[in-house]
């Protein structure tokens, strides 16, 4: 089975900040990496797929990257309706998700 | 428009046994891969299994947290993915959800609004 390794599980950041969230996956997975958005009480959403391939919809200021194991999610400026969690997801072999990072405002 | 809805999630004793439906619309059901997800009260997302569609096999996979006790089966022809889960465990509460494969991927690209379970005495 693939692990996946997400961090940090909670990361405290302020409108206008510039916040990366990793992802290492236990093999690799080569790009089959998906990010989702979930907020309270909500079912998660899709915000992209093949590690940087974003959703129709999703802002630019979100932006994927890596390969491998390695993987970042990164938001360039902070709005406040970026504060979610999120997660990671290999899909390279059966599926495996991430623990998940909670967005939290400063 | 892609629609996914969860059904029959219930307050049920340890040991019992529960079925969760999931009824999908706007699509073609039989030409896509269907997975079910848990979210335990507070916790992460958990991948369960799924369920490829015929043309590709119609193999299906399962977390092994869950092998031996879930099955996943599908209905093409009523547009419903199910999900029997047996010998229920207060572990298992959480919100269920049945997500549609995109292509050959199986990333969740289309989500239901989830269905409860809860497992107590």
């Known amino acids: 089975d693939i692990q996946m390794t997400q961090s940090p599980s909670t990361l405290s950041a302020s409108v206008g900040d510039r916040v990366t969230i990793t992802c290492r996956a236990s093999h690799i997975i080569f790009t089959r990496l998906a990010w989702y958005q979930q907020k309270p009480g909500k079912a998660p959403q899709l915000l992209m797929s093949e590690v940087f391939n974003l959703e129709r919809g999703v802002p630019s200021r979100f932006s994927g990257s890596g390969s491998g194991t390695e993987f970042t999610l990164t938001i360039s400026s902070l709005q406040p309706d970026d504060f979610a969690s999120y997660y990671c997801q290999q899909y390279h072999s059966d599926n495996t998700f991430g623990q998940g990072t909670k967005l939290e405002i400063k | 428009e892609v629609q996914l809805v969860e059904s029959g999630g219930d307050l049920v004793q340890p040991g019992r046994s529960l079925r969760l439906s999931c009824t999908a619309s706007?699509?073609?059901?039989?030409?896509?891969?269907m997975n079910w997800v848990r979210q335990a009260p507070g916790k992460g997302l958990e991948w369960l299994g799924f369920?490829?569609?015929?043309?590709?096999?119609?193999?299906?996979e399962y977390a092994a947290s869950v092998k031996g006790r879930f099955t996943i089966s599908r209905d093409d022809s009523k547009s419903v993915a199910y999900l029997q889960m047996n010998s229920l465990r207060t572990e298992d509460t959480a919100v269920y959800y049945c997500t549609r494969w995109t292509g050959g991927f199986s990333y969740g690209s289309y989500w239901g609004q989830g269905t409860l379970v809860t497992v107590s005495s």
């Open positions: 369920t490829r569609d015929k043309a590709s096999g119609g193999a299906i």
């Open positions: 706007g699509f073609t059901f039989g030409d896509f891969g």
